[in-house]
């Protein structure tokens, strides 16, 4: 029997995954669901029988149905390269999937699928231990925060689990508010129940029978099958009182954020599930000794409760194995930005950046490399001569980055390096929970002095200036928040140097800054279709027809880049 | 301690805040007079929440929601063109809801779709890839709807 799984996460949704299901289904065919295969850039997706096809219009489903399905012959002319695996797939086959091991291959909403991939059977395994030897397993499994900071796993349960309460909390952190990042969501939505096992195991290890999981409000389809989850585990008794007959009893809640971005900092959600205002609060006491309600609570992020799951089914050597010999298991991507596949990646920790942007995400769309950026607002900029740095904890702080929770950026040289630090700063300006100065009038001043920089009223004092503020800012600011909002700018003066001195000089290369560039058309590109002179709002401002050639008039220019948009032959130019 | 070994949720003013957003899109004025009542919570406290959290609103919006992703995937892929062209050709400001009450426009930090940027939702709906043509059609049949 066929096996046809169409991906219905929120990428491929939006691409028109429904109407290619509902073509399968016109023609007699049964269609599965799944969660995100992690390929977005390629969606609507279905994976027949194991042979991955992509880039799906309506049209093409007759085309897989009449040769595929009722012939045994995949269609070549919608494979990706002819690859009839689609482990194969360079994309793929470079990635470790242990938290994504699910992902793509279940039905999220079905928990049988779930079972029958070995799911709660390492839950069965784990209450049959002491609490002890479960945070024994995860302390010599090696694993550490997958939401960024990094801290061990182990270590943080057996704080929890010292304090001596009758009431104690586990948590899932989904509150996945980086811009450019989207892992969480995912797994939440591809499946939902290799993290309700984990928190189960993490409660039991801790001694906590109340659960809690907050996740955003922008992620409506993970809310939803969040709840269909935890219905479900409760309705086969994994969840609730005697939990797969012993003593242990467990619930748990879902909690929705309201948009703010430093809710994903532990104590500032603490105060947010309590229905405070979400500012953080000082540390210590740690929310493992003193969280929610002052209760001991264990706050760990999705990806580290999905890896729980793993570790207590695999066993910790397993886990363990992978990696290198700081950083064990692996680490999750939300690889985006002016490269060929985007999506979701998951490699061990180890492997380096050169391999996940050339190797697995294609390389660059069009344009030429400039830079990459991990971590998100509290991240850095990492250059070309930099890629073959290892990915893990401590390896990309020592470049200037943060691993962070997993959003990877990477740019082009269409992209100016000081606006690019700005878009990071106006975001700490919006976020800024407004408790600490710091990091409430310092990301402003930032934001200003970079300001000064783009439209060219900045000396080379305004970057001493910056300097000087961005590490005032990262000494004194109360949260983690704070205190790295300013690598964005420390990061691209460390690596951007020049790029920073031009734009004193009133110098744009990238073409972003008003003022500092002007445009030409390469006529030796151009093929005279004439798409930029309709998309160009000035009148004349594009001179020229389609018989002879065209000219930028750049006295008319408003510099809106209209045109560069638009010209399909990218042959509109930067000139100085 | 209030939250002791309950259900935190009915007891959380964001929760319940959340559930009136999600039945009016906002937070009517006489609401929180009635929240303050009913949870003895003190109506600063009460505006001070829905002011934090970028998702609370206290202003009706439009018949139709636009939320356009202004995250780094979307920044890099030229998001503000998106906003510029609604000022631009509908004359439609960020934040702001169009006179005949159709449609509000708002730019929100990331939606989480970064393989399709950039990105808008549309009442809920994702519309990924976008280019000048496509936003110009989700508004003429935002505009033509009736």
Known sequence: MTEVRICKGTGCISSGAEKIANEFENLGIEVKQSGCHGLCSKGPIAIVDGVFYGDLKVKDVKLIVEDHIKNGKPVDKLLWDHYTKFEEIPFYKKQTRLILRNCGLIDPENIDEYINKDGYKGLRETLTIKPS????????????????????????????????????????????????????????????????????????????????????????????????????????????????????????????????????????????????????????????VKGLSSKPTIINNVKTWSAVSWIMLHGWEEFFKIGNENCHGTAIFSLTGKIKYSGLIEVPMGMTLREIIFDIGGGMEKGKFKAVQTGGPSGGTIPFDMLDTPVGFESMAKI?????????????????????????????????????????????????????????????????????????IKNTALCGLGTTAPNPVLSTLKYYRTEYIEHLHGICKAGVCKGMYTIQINQDLCNQCGICQRGCPEEGAITGDRKTSFLIINDLCTECNACRLACPKQCIEVVQ | MEFEGINFKDQSLISVLNQIHAKYNYIPEEMMFDLSDRLKISLSKIYGVITFYTGFKLEKPGKHIIRVCTGTACYVNHSEVILEIMRDEFGIEEGKTTEDGKLSVDRVACIGACALAPVMELDGQMVGKLTKKKVMRVLREVFEDD
Not at chain 1, 195 to 221: H, K, N, S
Not at chain 1, 251 to 269: L, N, P, Q, W
Not at chain 1, 451 to 464: F, P, S, V
């Open chain 1, 400 to 472: 200037g980055s943060i691993m962070g929770s997993g959003g990877m950026v990477v740019i082009d040289d269409s992209s100016c390096i000081i606006d690019f630090a700005k878009f990071f700063i106006d975001f700490c300006v919006d976020e800024s929970c407004g408790k600490c100065i710091p990091c409430r009038e310092g990301t402003f001043q930032l934001a200003k002095l970079l300001d000064q920089i783009i439209t060219g009223k900045a000396n080379e004092d305004t970057l001493k200036l910056l300097e000087e503020l961005s590490f005032a």
């Open chain 1, 133 to 288: 030897d479960v945070i024994d397993s995860i302390t010599r499994s090696g694993l550490r925060g997958l939401g960024g900071a990094g801290f061990p796993t182990g270590l943080k349960w057996k704080i929890g689990s010292e304090q001596k309460s009758n009431i104690k909390y586990v948590i899932v952190n989904a509150d996945e508010g980086d811009p450019g990042a989207f892992m969480d969501r995912a797994i939440l939505e591809g499946d939902p129940h290799s993290v309700i096992e984990g928190l189960i195991m993490g409660g039991y290890a801790i001694g906590a029978t109340q659960g809690l999981i907050y996740v955003r409000q922008e992620y409506p389809l993970a809310i939803k099958r969040i709840k269909k989850a935890i219905d479900d585990a409760k309705e086969r008794g994994f969840l609730g009182s005697n939990i797969l007959d012993t003593d242990f009893c467990f619930e748990i809640e879902i909690h929705e954020g309201a948009g703010a971005f430093v809710c994903g900092e532990e104590t500032a959600m603490i105060q947010s599930i309590t229905g405070e205002r979400g500012t953080p609060q000082l540390k210590p006491p740690y929310p493992a």
